[in-house]
């Protein structure tokens, strides 16, 4: 089972060959693919050079470009945008809008944000706190009016506040959202909210105390969704058009689901971890204030100079100079108002994942440095740490220190480049020296990948290893059961399935897996 971060310098434009149609401007204009300072091409090169080599033990290390590395992770395109001192300094796409495709990425292609759109919508509820509409410490249910949050033992004395509801503290449950088809069904918010059909995620309830756990909530940030609209009576697209994207500049951005034809024309294409496009070209999200933003980097980098400049008393074109800094204050574990912090650093950042995309935000408040990059593939965060370290280092931020390649990005690497003996030797005896970091969801992934590709006998290789480096994990046989059963090993299946049972009587996966091939559970 499937468990789920101003003024331009403008010098040299290079263009790509013939120019692109810009349908939402209606007139001819070359795209642009690179913007930047000669003097920042040459920073911008040694970027690209610096990205960190694969280590093989026994090996020497063996580097790769930024466009191999695209190729190896099935990355069709790529969009970065650098800033420091609180200005962009080099802004630049690489590869294709589509798998397969030949139309390059610009900088005026938009991607999916993905979980970005939380900490921009938090800018917008924040607004209107100062505004006098609400304020962040109320209970929500106050403001909710077509829709109520259910109170139950755990909201007895606790209240799920707007406060909490951005920093993941108010014990909302419903992680992510996977999105809907273009040609189906689309489900109002409300029915999101429930749970109720066509809605393909489950009902947010409050199931922890508010204010005593973080814990990360999808769920929540459309309770806040929904109240935005309740109290001013607009679409939620027009509340951040006119509270924040018009006001910062962000012309090209939106959080309209689904986007309109002028916008659409110059999307990227989502694309699967297997290398294959998302049928529709991506996914629509109804649940608009936890993930429906599109947008570019060098939009987003708009966000990260508002921020600055607020927090430095130098603008307040949405918040004010003591809101900003309670937003970048930590509010939770790991939260402040919508952005992740740092305490003790300046340092504020947000991931994004949508169907077919992934996004990475990060910036510091005190330097107005940082980097927005986006990709229009599920692998984009393999990518992305690699690519970011390489811009701080390039930068010399301080307040960053890059994370040592994780355990489950040095296995997949490995297989990639030597195959699932290499990659399942190297992790197996990892495990047996005890390497700190390594746990089941490591090969767990793999196996999916492996599957995706078709190739089924190597993924039953990968989880039963997996289920044998991890014997009390009833996920590892969950998953082992999955790939045995898309072989037609149905007996292993079934002993797979009800080992995960004996694990975890809770299952309710492995229950329905096993009805419907006719086994009862517990027999």
């Known amino acids: 089972m499937r468990r789920s971060l101003s003024r331009l310098v403008l010098a040299a434009l290079l263009f790509s060959p013939g120019g692109a149609a810009l349908a939402a401007e209606g007139t001819k204009k070359p795209a642009t693919q690179w913007l930047g300072s000669p003097a920042q091409a040459a920073r911008a090169a040694r970027v690209e050079a610096g990205l960190a080599p694969v280590v093989i033990e026994g090996e020497k290390p063996q580097s790769l470009t930024l466009p191999q590395w695209m190729a190896l992770y099935r990355i069709p395109g790529l969009s970065i945008a650098v800033f420091d001192k609180h200005a962009i300094v080099w802004a630049r796409t690489y590869g294709v809008k589509e798998a397969g495709g030949s139309e390059p990425v610009t900088l005026e292609t938009l991607f999916q944000a993905g979980s970005i759109s939380k900490p921009v919508t938090a800018l917008a509820a924040l607004h209107f706190v100062e505004a006098g509409k609400w304020s962040l410490d109320e209970n929500i249910n106050d403001k909710l009016r077509s829709w109520k949050l259910p109170e139950n033992d755990f909201t007895k004395e606790q209240k799920v506040t707007l406060r909490r509801l951005l920093s993941h503290s108010a014990g909302t449950t419903v992680h992510g959202f996977p999105g809907y088809a273009v040609d189906a069904p689309m489900p109002t918010l409300v029915q999101v909210l429930e749970g109720a059909a066509p809605a393909n995620t489950g009902p947010v309830r409050v199931d922890l105390v508010p204010g005593t756990k973080t814990r990360y909530s999808g769920g929540g940030t459309s ?199 290499t990659a399942l030797a190297w992790y197996t005896a990892k495990h047996r020296e005890g390497m700190k970091g390594l746990e089941s969801g490591d090969l767990n992934q793999l196996g999916y990948r492996l599957l995706a590709d078709g190739k089924g006998a190597e993924a039953v290789r990968v989880f039963e290893a997996n289920a044998k480096l991890f014997p009390t994990d009833a996920n590892a046989y969950d998953s082992l059961g999955e790939a045995q059963l898309q072989l037609g090993q149905k007996e292993a299946a079934i002993a797979s399935y009800r080992k995960s049972l004996a694990l975890d009587a809770g299952n309710a996966n492995a229950v329905k897996v096993l009805e419907k091939l006719g086994v009862p559970p517990g027999k």
């Open 223 to 421: 309770i806040v969704q929904l109240m935005m609209v309740d109290q001013l009576q607009k679409p939620f697209p027009q509340v951040m058009r006119e509270t924040v994207l018009k006001p910062l500049g962000m012309t090209s951005s939106s959080y309209e689901q689904p986007l309109p034809p002028a916008l659409a024309v110059r999307t990227a294409t989502g694309t699967y971890a297997s290398g294959k496009s998302v049928a529709g070209r991506w996914h629509v999200y109804p649940e608009m204030a936890a993930a429906g933003l599109w947008t570019t980097p060098s939009d987003l980098a708009r966000v990260a100079f508002e921020v600055s400049s607020a927090k430095a008393g130098k603008s307040q074109r949405v918040l004010s100079q003591a809101m900003t800094k309670q937003m970048l204050s930590r509010q939770s574990e790991h939260f402040g108002l919508g952005f992740q912090v740092e305490p003790g650093t300046d340092r504020f950042w947000h991931g994004g994942s949508d169907e077919g995309f992934q996004a990475a935000f990060m910036a510091f408040s005190d330097t107005g440095s940082g980097v927005v990059v986006m990709a229009n593939s599920d692998n984009g965060f393999l990518l992305f740490d690699r690519l970011i370290a390489s811009v701080a280092a390039e930068y010399a931020w301080p307040a960053f220190k890059p994370e040592p390649v994780s355990p489950s990005a040095q296995v997949d690497v490995l297989m990639r480049l030597k195959g699932v003996d």
